[in-house]
C-alpha cells in the first residue's frame, strides 16, 4: 500500500500506524469543530433578516468567526485528509468521500471570499452588497454543506458499515 506521495505503507509499520491514528484523530478532530462552526453560522445566519443594523452586525460577526475558526478547521481537514489519502483506493465510495470533501472545503473557500465581500459590503453601510454576498453565502452553503455531509457519512460506512 502506498501513500498519497508514494511511500510505501505497512501495516506491520508501527511507527506509520501511530502516526496514521494520530493523523486521523486531528481530522476527526478539525472535521467536528468544523461542523459545530457551521451549526453556530447556521443559527447566526438566520437572525440577519432582523433589522439593517442586525445584518450589518451578523456580517461583521460571521466575518471574525470565519477567519478565526472556519478557515483554519477546514484547513487542518484538508491538510490531513491529503495525508490519509491513499491513491490506491481511488473507487467507489472512498471516491466519493474524497470528492465530496473537496467539494466541501472548495465551497467554504468561495465562501470566505463572499464573507470577506459582505464584511466590506457592510462596514461600507452598502445595503445591496451586503444582500448580493448573503445570498452568494446561502447559495454556496446549500451545495457545501451537503456535501461535507456526505463525505462525513461515506468515511462512517468506510470505517464501521465495511467492518460488519
Known sequence: MRSAWGARRTNLDGAYLMSNSL???????????????L???FILEQSRTRSRDHGFNVASI????????????????????????DGSRLSG??????AMGLTAISGNVMCVYAIVRRKWSADQQDFSGLVRYSRMVDQ?????????????????????GASR
Open 23 to 37: 493523523t486521523l484523530a486531528i481530522h476527526l478532530f478539525a472535521a467536528a469543530l468544523w461542523i459545530g462552526v
Open 39 to 41: 451549526g453556530v453560522e
Open 62 to 85: 460571521h466575518y471574525h468567526i470565519d477567519v478565526w475558526l472556519e478557515t483554519p478547521a477546514f484547513c487542518v481537514v484538508l491538510i490531513t485528509g491529503a495525508m490519509l489519502l
Open 93 to 98: 465510495l472512498y471516491l466519493l468521500k474524497v
Open 140 to 160: 454556496l452553503s446549500a451545495i457545501a454543506v451537503p456535501a461535507g455531509f456526505i463525505a462525513l457519512f461515506c468515511g462512517f460506512y468506510l470505517v464501521h
